[in-house]
């Protein structure tokens, strides 16, 4: 059995070193940067090794660890409101990629001059609220977490981010930061109101989510409550027609924020629909299921169409986004043991992949300060590493075989045809499409006759090319070995309610 | 009639020691007019805190005066909560009233007495003591609105806060005398024995005196639609008035309501809690709508305590020993949030000589700390974690639920999103947009510096680790239920 306290770790040292960025003076960037860079190291090998050390075949929930917080009090019973942490196979990966991400994120912002250690505070305070929010097996820290991870990307978009003028119109950074967060948060009105009805009912003055689960609301109150958790939970993963606020969110932020927002934080959106609709309210997830299905069928064929059209590296970025988190909402709207397993694992894979994506275009766009691909061409000549990574990233998101994507689409689709053969066969062609707006990308900037006018970009740096190696490593990890993860999160999408 | 009455008056023993203060400070204002002003502020200020220090003799003591006021664990939960309230706004505003204001010693001995208004207000059991403690506070407050002589804004929010407080007073009057007209009682023991034992369940003066004191009542909180002088009051009033205003004020009107619906109305709660959830309802939509709207940081201040009274009157109206916990909760949470944020703007509003919201651009170039605390106190006040504001309204909102009051729930957490919004305008010009041109840094005082650390700390207090706070709130509240 082993200890909750690294859980803990996960959460309180983020956190804490966010506190500690504000401390330290304006003027000593360098230390904020060490700093970080050392809270992102130390936070990535603590999440290898509690994924690895996972025990498959082990408890439900494992690395338990319960502190009470605040209990026997008002109308709060024993466990009222707890400290509870603990991961099953399915947050298991997910702390692993939040590792992954955050550390590539920490490098790849070693540039940001700005005001540094506000950045910092703010990323550092992001990241804990979404490890939280992957291990809290308590139902008001899991939405606390929740609304952690959603609290500082006002800032951190509308300070650090980028504008981008079109010919017709210009989308301001502060538009698409309040636009996100006005969207998230509204959002999260649908899964306020559903735990309030949850804790009612359940009446049993918990938020306990392993007591909860354990209780068996009505089916026609489960029929009421899940889509509010659903909508409210699918916003953040980007489910049509709500995706809106992600291709400008995502275009405007930093290129950590980006990477860490598209690559993990929509996560917390899917994972909150497992969390809380499919294990709370089981038979409510299987009445509405089909009704998700058509969304996120929705989404993958929109998302894909819409990344074809766009001019805009980061824009064709965020709607491919949307597309990929389709398929991770298809594989869950399955309800089968395959579908569920592939959406976890497109879970995995998309957030190493749109990592990738991301830091691949803020290296050039640091450079450039274009993201139109029209005006690029031949990059190759000029960037051959930066043509492999992104490259890579590209195949991976279209699904070659030996990478993550590949693995995580094959068991999405598998999953889809049990159920709804029109949507896997509807996503099968989506996939496809991928593969049209990739090539094309590559077509128009990498290759061909080198533009002159690119001369002065430079290959990209050290930092980059280590924190590209990292997430390469990972999308051929799941890719060429993909055993380790299936382990972990079969045997506990088995042990989901309602999942056959 | 006195027979058997206890006429013990150590229990007013905070309460003298306040007037005592006041009234030390006045003469020491008029004895020696030479003294630097800002010391009448750090008597006032240690003052109040060291006979909030006192009260606390009382924990856990249980008695009352002639059955008038009652000690009990609630009344110094809120003898301690509105002497700190009262002790903050004086240290805010040491420097401000003696840079602007005449007549210092005055203003001091106005806050103070006012709190003693506002704990009385705490303690009655009585209509006729809770309505001289009501007029006590707020005759103070007429004073203090007005307090800036020449400034016009100051007169006119003076002159519309006395018509309508006059108003709302004769309002909540003529209810009184409805209810002692059906019960022969002001006793709030003896008004909920007379409703109970009444033969019709229903009265329609019964139902006229709850109105016209819920009118009053309204009046004195700014719930919707009894809420016209509240921004124009607040806008016209010296900033650190306003920060009294939008504290004290507000946390007397509920710690008033409090006892006086559960002790003396708890039985006929069917005929209120419906007007107390229709205004709840009104009172937070329109106060956060309308606070979109606005240019001047005092005005927006003002819809947003709206907004925050139509959350706190949700406890009142599903009013059990649950919610009025969660309400007290709410609002020690609300009032240290509302404090931090309140510090920031004296600090920033008398160093730059302007109120509107634009001029708060560059906050986190010129005074980088002020910028944190506003930033995590807006962040407590819109219902974000790691801050006072999501667990208090989250336990808030339950409670409510759990008493039946779901979409109230559903309407404050709406609103609170709503709320979000404006509270991100004045962040963006705090942290987005760059400074004036050739504005350094500003040197902010060292006490407004230290205030606003201690009022965040007390925000991350109630946000992380509310068990204790919570306890001795669950506690006190617990009198009212007996």
Known sequence: MESGYWLIATVAIPLIAGGVMVLIPDERKDVVRWVSAAVGAVLFAISTYVFFMYEVGGDQYQFFIRWAWLEDVGFLGENGISLAFGIDGIAAPMVLLTGVVAFGGALISWKIEHHNKDFFALFWVLVSGVYGTFTALDLFFFFFWYEVAVLPMYLLIAVWGSSSVFPTFARTKEYSAMKLTIMLVSASILIFIGIFAVFHEAGAGTFDLQTLYAYQFDPRFQKIVFPLFVIGCGVLAGLWPFHTWSPDGHVSAPTAVSMLHAGVLMKLGAFGIIRLGIQLLPEGATFWMPGLMILATANVVYGAFAATAQRDFKYMIGYSSVSHMGLVLMGLATMNVIGVNGAVLQMFSHGVMTAMFFAMVGSVYDQAHTRDMTLFSGLVHRMPLFVFFFGIAGLASLGLPGLSGFIAEFHVFGGAFRTYPWAGALGIFAAAMTAVYILRMMSMSFFGQFNEQWSGLQEMTLLERGTAALLLGFMLFMGLWPAPFIDRIQESVRNLPGVS | ?482
């Not at chain 2, 003696?98 to 806050?111: D, F, N, S, T």
């Not at chain 2, 809770?130 to 804004?153: M, N, W």
């Not at chain 2, 201690?454 to 925000?459: E, K, N, T, Y």
């Open chain 2, 1 to 482: 009639m006195t027979e058997g009455l206890n006429f013990d008056y150590t229990v007013f023993i905070p309460e003298f020691l306040l007037l005592g203060l006041a009234a030390a400070i006045v003469a020491l204002d008029l004895a020696y007019p030479a003294i630097r002003k800002q010391w009448l502020a750090y008597i006032a200020g240690c003052g109040l805190l060291a006979t909030a220090g006192v009260s606390l003799a009382w924990i856990d003591v249980e008695t009352n005066f002639a059955d008038l006021v009652v000690v009990d664990n609630y009344l110094t939960y809120f003898r301690v909560f509105f002497m700190v309230i009262a002790a903050v706004v004086a240290f805010a505003s040491a420097d401000l009233v003696a840079q602007r204001l005449k007549h210092p010693g005055e203003y001091y001995g106005l806050i103070i007495v006012s709190t003693v208004g506002a704990i009385g207000m705490a303690g009655a059991r009585e209509l006729m003591t809770a309505y001289l403690s009501l007029e006590l506070l707020s005759f103070s407050l007429y004073i203090l609105v007005s307090y800036a002589k020449f400034d016009r804004r100051s007169n006119e929010a003076g002159m519309k806060y006395i018509l309508l407080g006059a108003f709302s007073s004769a309002m909540f009057l003529y209810g009184m005398s409805l209810i002692y007209g059906i019960t022969g009682t002001t006793y709030y023991s003896g008004i909920a024995a007379a409703l109970g034992e009444r033969a019709t369940d229903f009265e329609w003066a019964l139902l006229m005196g709850l109105v016209l004191m819920i009118a009053g009542i309204g009046f004195k909180i700014a719930a919707v639609p009894f809420h016209m002088w509240t921004p124009d009051a607040y806008e016209g009033a010296p900033v650190a008035v306003t920060a009294y205003l939008a504290t004290t004020s507000k946390a007397a009107g509920f710690a008033f309501v409090l006892p006086l619906f559960s002790n003396a109305f708890q039985v006929v709660h069917d005929d209120w809690s419906w007007m107390l959830a229709g205004m709840a309802a009104a009172t937070m939509i329109l106060g956060n709508v309308v606070a979109l709207q606005q240019r001047n940081i005092k005005r927006l201040m003002a819809y947003s305590s709206i907004g925050q009274v139509g959350y706190l009157l949700m406890g009142v109206a599903a009013l059990s020993h649950a919610s009025a916990s969660a309400l007290v909760l709410h609002l020690t949470g609300y009032m240290v949030s509302n404090l931090a944020l309140f510090v920031v703007i004296i600090a920033w509003v008398h160093m730059n000589d302007s109120e509107e919201i634009a001029d708060f651009r560059g906050m986190r170039e010129r005074a980088p700390l002020l910028a944190g605390v506003l930033a995590g106190a807006l962040f407590s006040l819109a219902g974000l974690p790691l801050f006072a504001g999501f667990v208090t309204k989250f336990i808030l909102f339950q409670a409510a639920t759990d008493d039946g009051y779901l979409w109230l729930a559903a309407i404050g957490v709406t609103t609170s999103v709503i709320s979000l919004y404006y509270y991100l305008q004045v962040m963006r010009e705090a942290f987005v947009s760059a400074p004036a041109e050739g504005a350094g840094p500003l040197p902010v005082p060292l006490l407004m510096r230290g205030l606003a650390v201690a009022m965040m700390l007390g925000v991350f207090y109630v946000g992380l680790y509310p068990q204790q706070l919570f306890d001795a709130i669950d506690n006190a509240t617990r009198f009212l239920f007996v």
